[in-house]
DNA sequence: ATTCACCTATCTACTGATAGATAGAATACA
DNA sequence: TGTATTCTATCTATCAGTAGATAGGTGAAT
C-alpha cells in the first residue's frame, strides 16, 4: 500500500488523539515500520504534513457530504445531513474531529495549518448556507449555518470529554428542534 | 507576588493558547525571569501543574458564575448567566475556554488532568440543570444543560478558529432561542 | 537551626531536520 | 538488446535544540 497514504492515514488518527504537537515523526515511522528520515522523504517538513492531513480530511469530508445528500430524501435539508455525516464521523473513529481539534490549537500551530482548518469551517458553513430558503438574507444564512456547526463541535468535544456520545445526539437534538421551528415560520 | 499564583497564570494562559503539550517549563520559567528547575520546586511534575490548572480555573469559574446570578434580575435564568460567563470570558482573554481545549486533547493528557477537565464540564452542566423546571426528568435537566454548554463551547472555538467572536454570539442566539420556547412551552 | 525559594549543573530522552549512502526499478540512449 | 543514467524509497548516522526531571548548593528569613 502506498507509503504516502498511510502516512496520512497515521498522522489523522495521531492528531484526532492527541493533538498536533503531541505527534511526532518517530512516531509515525515506527507505525509504518520505517524510520522517521523516510517520513521526510514523503513530507519534508512536519508543516506540510500538517497541511496535506487537513486538505484531505476536508476534500473527504466534503465528498461524503454530498454523496450523503444525493442519497437522502429531499424534504431532510442539509442540516439533517451534515448532523448524520457528525454523527457518522464519531461513531466510526471514537475521536475528536480533525478540524475541531486543530481549531482549538490554532494560536500554536504554523499557519499554514490553521489556514486550512479555517477552510474547513468555512466550508461547513457555506456548504449548509446554501440549503437555506433564498429569501433569507445572505448574513442570516450564514449565522444560521454557524450556529450549526458550533452546536455540533461543541456535542463532539463534550461527547469525547466526558466519554459518553449522547452528548453528540443532544446536540443534534438542539439543531433539529431550530430546524423545525424554522419550517413552521418559513411554511407559515 | 505570589510565584506559585503567577505560574498558574502564565501556565493557564499558554495553556488556553497552544495546549497543553505545547506548554514548556522552561518557557514558564523564563515569562517569570526565574529558572526551570525553580518551576518545578511549586509543582514536581507537569501534571501537577496541569490539574492545579484546571482546579483554580474550574473553582474561579463556578464562582464566577454564582456572582452573576446573584447579580441578574431573577426572571433571567442560568442559561443566560451561563451564556454571559462565555461572553464575558471570551471577551476577556480572546482565547479559547481553558477546558475547551483539554477536552479536546483529552487523550494525549495524563488522566488526573484529563478528569479535572470532565468535572469542569460536569460541574457546568449540573448548575445549569438545577435551574430547570422541576417538572422535567433529571435525565431531561440533564440533557437541555448539556445542549446548552455544547453550543457554548462550539462557538467559542468557531471564534477561535475563524477570529470572530460573533460565532459565540450567534452560538448564543440559538441557546436563548430553544430557551424561549421552552419558556413557551412551560407557561402554557 | 531550619525552612523557604531560588540557583547551577546535569541527566536522559526526544524533537524536527539534514547529509550522504544504497539497493533496486525505471528510463534513455547507442 | 545492452549499457548507462536517473529516480524512488529507504537506510544509517548525526545535528542542534528542547523536553521534563533531579541532585545538590546558596542566601535570606523565621
Redesign the pocket.
Known amino acids: 500500500m502506498d ?1 504516502q497514504e498511510r502516512l496520512l492515514d497515521v498522522a489523522e488518527f495521531q492528531i484526532r488523539q492527541k493533538g498536533y504537537n503531541a ?5 509515525l ?1 515506527d507505525e509504518l ?6 517520513v ?3 513530507f ?4 506540510q504534513l500538517g497541511v496535506a492531513v487537513v486538505h484531505r480530511y476536508r476534500d473527504r469530508f466534503l465528498e461524503n457530504l454530498n454523496i450523503l445528500a444525493a442519497k437522502s430524501s429531499p424534504q431532510d435539508g442539509r442540516v439533517r445531513t451534515l448532523c448524520t455525516a457528525y454523527r457518522m464521523a464519531l461513531e466510526k473513529s471514537n475521536a475528536h474531529c480533525l478540524c475541531g481539534m486543530l481549531g482549538a490549537e490554532t494560536r500554536g500551530l504554523p499557519e499554514a495549518v490553521s489556514q486550512q482548518v479555517a477552510r474547513f469551517f468555512q466550508a461547513n458553513i457555506d456548504w449548509l448556507a446554501t440549503g437555506f430558503p433564498t429569501d433569507w438574507s445572505p448574513a442570516k444564512r450564514q449565522m444560521r449555518a454557524a450556529q450549526v456547526v458550533a452546536a455540533l463541535q461543541g456535542g463532539i468535544l463534550l461527547s469525547i470529554s466526558l466519554d459518553d456520545s449522547a452528548h453528540l445526539v443532544a446536540a443534534i437534538q438542539l439543531v433539529e428542534m431550530q430546524s423545525g421551528i424554522e419550517f413552521l415560520e418559513t411554511s407559515r
Open positions: 507509503t505527534v511526532s515523526f518517530r512516531e515511522a515500520g520505517i524510520k522517521s528520515a523516510s521526510h522523504y514523503h519534508p517538513t512536519k508543516q
